[in-house]
């Protein structure tokens, strides 16, 4: 979806935003209400510099399915389908539900520290919100079969500093 800055990857529900940032960015007013979702606190960043709302540490990836990935583009369609049978188990499933309801409300950055902008947990947790807030899933269910698109189709995804589109 095209947003207000060209470096933000989005989705809309009911005119709210659900946005991708890494921890090394700066912060911005636009992102509204901000919440780290990895587990595991990004490396070099102090914990008194990052500026976040929440750290919802649960709704991260286990510590064996992070490990069995490993930020391997080749194992990426099967983590997907993986993390996304473990957010819909308690306690993420909550979590997700809040992050849902917080985004009809105003904008939530997902914030995260992988060097991979493409292929890491919170782009899957970004898709999972994105069809809730579209209506496409009931709450709790998730479509396993469903992969997640970090551009969009025909787009071939290239780096940059600040976060890209969904």
């Known amino acids: 979806m095209t947003g207000p800055r060209s ?15 890494r921890a090394y960015e700066e912060p911005e007013a636009s992102d509204g209400y901000r919440v780290l979702v990895d ?11 990052l ?9 991260g990836p286990s510590a064996e399915l992070r490990r069995w990935f490993g930020h391997e583009e080749a194992r990426w369609e099967e983590f997907a389908v993986r993390y996304r049978a473990e957010l819909r188990q ?19 950055t997902l914030v995260f520290g992988a060097k991979d902008e493409h292929h890491n947990q ?7 919100i ?12 998730v479509r396993s079969g469903l992969g997640v698109r970090s551009t969009s189709p025909g787009a071939s995804p290239t ?3 600040a976060s890209t589109r969904l």
């Open 130 to 141: 994105a069809r809730r807030l579209r209506g496409t899933v009931k709450a709790g269910r």
């Open 51 to 59: 500026v976040i709302d929440a750290w919802m540490k649960e709704i």
């Open 159 to 161: 780096s940059r500093k």
């Open 122 to 128: 919170a782009v899957v947790l970004h898709g999972v």
């Open 7 to 21: 470096g933000t990857r989005q989705a809309r529900g009911g005119g709210d935003t659900v946005r991708l940032k």
């Open 39 to 49: 587990r595991l606190w990004p490396r070099g960043v102090r914990k008194d510099a």
């Open 90 to 108: 308690q306690p993420a499933a909550g979590l997700v539900d809040e992050l849902v309801e917080r985004a009809k409300r105003g904008t939530v």
